[in-house]
């Protein structure tokens, strides 16, 4: 599967925006997926997940409440809306997804080989 991940930009605090990962391939439907992002100089760190049928939803305690991901796979596109944005979501963007499908450890990066190439959000404050 390839992913590409869009909608980046930049927002002031508080603000809203809404990111997506598009995917080719007919077996999209068929994959967990999960966002993660990168700032300089530290490591990519989880974000949010969604399961195949978009039943199962997982999110890092610091999004929690604040972002939802979502999914539509008449469109093979993932969803990540982002509310009460703050200073320190400030990173590059990652759609990813895990080899086998389906994953239980959807929070560790090892476990994904199909990445997107990233897509840029700036909260201003």
């Known amino acids: 599967v390839q992913l590409q991940a869009s909608g980046g930009g930049l927002v002031q605090a508080g603000g809203s925006l809404r990111l997506s990962c598009a995917a080719s391939?007919?077996?999209?439907?068929?994959?967990?997926i999960a966002w993660f992002r990168q700032t300089p100089g530290k490591e990519r760190e989880f974000v949010a997940a969604?399961?195949?049928?978009?039943?199962?939803?997982h999110y890092a305690d610091s999004v929690k409440g604040r972002f939802t991901i979502s999914r539509d796979n008449a469109k093979n596109t993932v969803y990540l809306q982002m509310n009460s944005l703050k200073p320190e979501d400030t990173a590059v963007y990652y759609c990813?997804?895990?080899?086998?499908?389906?994953?239980?450890?959807?929070?560790?990066?090892?476990?994904?080989?199909?990445w997107g190439q990233g897509t840029e959000l700036t909260v201003s404050s």
């Open positions: 969604i399961r195949w049928s978009g039943s199962i939803t």
């Open positions: 990813a997804a895990p080899r086998t499908y389906v994953s239980d450890n959807y929070y560790l990066m090892s476990e994904h080989d199909y």
């Open positions: 391939g007919r077996t999209f439907s068929n994959y967990d």
